[in-house]
């Protein structure tokens, strides 16, 4: 079964130390996005990609970058870890069309120490 | 721009009694709705969507909600809830007439507890 999938699951940093999370994708899809969750503001978006070499800056991308070269992998990058990153990392992919639901990975929780 | 509300951060109902969880948008042209659940720790799973046709629209789990365009809004039902409903639901929102059309906005969330 296709899927998307995250990692780590978890991972703890100190403040200033660069970190990747990873996201892979197996539904052949265009469309790749970086939420996080926090407590009282929802899932607000990151960064996203409509495609290979395509990305987008979304409403909080200050402090974070991503990279497509292929279809099924959007990394995030938190260029120097801040204890404001401190948050569960979401992954999510859907089709191009407008109509279309997003599927999601399980969740990255980081902790900025 | 587009936008959604959830009025709601917590809504408690008894097992067995039917239960609603409240949404509201905003958006310039025609809007596209969708439902999600959160387990803990789990990611976001999609539950159902609203689209063009009819206002009702059904979903997994038994749910389903009601699009009401006077209104502005797209309310998750169920007729009797479980205690495995307990979780987090979210409303999005897209905007068909938004240059970023393939973009989703999230509500804040709600947390259901269904009492036993």
């Known amino acids: 079964d296709a899927e998307i999938t995250q990692s780590p699951r978890h991972k703890i940093t100190e403040t200033g130390r660069q970190v990747t999370l990873a996201c892979h994708q197996t539904w052949n899809h265009n469309n790749m996005f970086w939420y996080r969750q926090d407590l009282g503001h929802g899932l607000r978006l990151i960064h996203y990609?409509?495609?290979?070499?395509?990305?987008n800056k979304g409403e909080v991308s200050d402090g974070y970058s991503v990279s497509r070269s292929n279809t099924e992998d959007l990394p995030l990058t938190l260029e120097s870890a801040a204890s404001s990153q401190t948050s569960v990392y979401f992954c999510?992919?859907?089709?191009?069309?407008?109509?279309?639901?997003?599927?999601f990975g399980e969740g990255s929780r980081l902790t900025v120490l | 721009a587009q936008s959604v509300a959830q009025p709601e951060d917590q809504v408690n109902v008894a097992e067995g009694n039917p239960l609603t969880v409240k949404c509201t948008y905003s958006?310039?042209?025609?809007?596209?709705l969708f439902w999600y659940v959160q387990y803990p720790n789990r990611g976001l799973q999609f539950l159902l969507k609203?689209?063009?046709?009819?206002?009702l629209v059904k979903g997994s789990y038994g749910f389903e909600a009601e699009f009401n365009k006077s209104q502005t809004s797209f309310h998750l039902k169920k007729p009797s809830a479980l205690v495995s409903d307990s979780a987090l639901y979210f409303c999005?929102?897209?905007?068909?007439?938004?240059?970023?059309?393939?973009?989703?906005?999230f509500g804040s969330g709600t947390q259901l507890t269904v009492l036993p």
């Open positions: 609203y689209i063009t046709g009819d206002n």
């Open positions: 999005a929102v897209r905007d068909s007439s938004s240059g970023s059309a393939r973009q989703l906005t």
């Open positions: 990609s409509y495609g290979v070499q395509d990305t």
């Open positions: 999510a992919s859907s089709t191009g069309t407008a109509t279309g639901e997003l599927f």
């Open positions: 958006v310039s042209g025609n809007p596209y």
